[in-house]
C-alpha cells in the first residue's frame, strides 16, 4: 500500500485528453517536488516530468504535470496508441532521505 | 548521450549474497546521487537505496537496511549494491538511476536486471 495514490486504470480514445492523479499528505506532496514516469512493458521507467510540472529535453508537450496542495497530476493530450504504458508518480523526501513512488496507473488507449 | 550498465543479477538462493554493479558513461559521474530501484513482477516501483556524489551519505529503504549496502566508485564511473541474507520477497528487476541532486527525480536509468531469489 503507497503512500501515494493513484488509479490503478485510465482510459481514453485516440486524440482525447487524459489525467492520472496522484494524490498524498501535506508532509509528501505538499512539501516535496513531484516527478512522472512511463513505463513500457519489459523495459525501464522514464523521466516524463519533474520539479512539479518540467519536461526533460525530447518529452513532448503532450505531457503536462501539475501540483496542487496535497495532489498532482499528470495530463497527456492528443492521445495515441504509442501512450499505452504504465505512469508512476514519485516524491523524493530529503528530510527524510527517502523516495515514495505511487502504486502505477496503467493507460489504455482504446 | 548517458548510459547505464546494470550487471550482476542472477538466480541466488534464500539466505545467499550478490553484488550488483551499475557503470555509468556519458555524464559527469560524481555529480549524481546514484539510486537502486526495484520492481517486482507484475509490481510498482520501490525504492531501495540512494548515495550522495561523493559516497559520503546513504539511504536505504526500510526493507532492505541492514542486509544491502550501497557504494560507489567513482575511478570507475560505477555504483554497487552489496546484498546479503537476501529473500524470496527482494526477487524483482533492479534498476540503477541517477539523480543530479538527491532526492529530486530520476533523470536517466538503467535497462534493469532481474534478481531471482529462489531454492
Known amino acids: 500500500q503507497s503512500v501515494l495514490t493513484q488509479p490503478p486504470s485510465v482510459s481514453a480514445a485516440p486524440g482525447q485528453k487524459v489525467t492520472i492523479s496522484c494524490s498524498g499528505s501535506s508532509s509528501n506532496i505538499g512539501n516535496n517536488y513531484v516527478s512522472w514516469y512511463q513505463q513500457f512493458p519489459g523495459t525501464a521507467p522514464r523521466l516524463l516530468v519533474y520539479d512539479n510540472d518540467k519536461r526533460p529535453s525530447g518529452i513532448p508537450d503532450r505531457f503536462s504535470g501539475s501540483k496542487s496542495g496535497t495532489s498532482a497530476t499528470l495530463g497527456i493530450t492528443g492521445l495515441q496508441t504509442g501512450d499505452e504504458a504504465d505512469y508512476f508518480c514519485a516524491i523524493g523526501d530529503p528530510s527524510l532521505s527517502r523516495w515514495v513512488f505511487g502504486g502505477g496507473t496503467k493507460l489504455t488507449v482504446l | 548521450e548517458v548510459h547505464l550498465l546494470e550487471s550482476g543479477g542472477e538466480l541466488v538462493q534464500p539466505g545467499g549474497s550478490l553484488r550488483l554493479s551499475c557503470a555509468a558513461s556519458?555524464?559527469?559521474?560524481?555529480?549524481?546521487?546514484m539510486n537502486w530501484v526495484r520492481q517486482a513482477p507484475g509490481k510498482g516501483l520501490e525504492w531501495v537505496s540512494s548515495?550522495?556524489?561523493?559516497?559520503?551519505?546513504?539511504y536505504y529503504a526500510d526493507s532492505v537496511k541492514g542486509r544491502f549496502t550501497i557504494s560507489r566508485d567513482n575511478s570507475k564511473n560505477t555504483a554497487y549494491l552489496q546484498m546479503n541474507s537476501l529473500r524470496a520477497d527482494d526477487t524483482a528487476i533492479y534498476y540503477c538511476?541517477?539523480?543530479?541532486?538527491?532526492?529530486?527525480?530520476?533523470?536517466?536509468w538503467g535497462q534493469g536486471m532481474l534478481v531471482t531469489v529462489s531454492s
Open positions: 548515495i550522495n556524489g561523493n559516497g559520503g551519505d546513504t
Open positions: 538511476a541517477t539523480d543530479p541532486y538527491g532526492f529530486r527525480y530520476f533523470d536517466f
Open positions: 556519458g555524464l559527469t559521474f560524481h555529480k549524481y546521487a
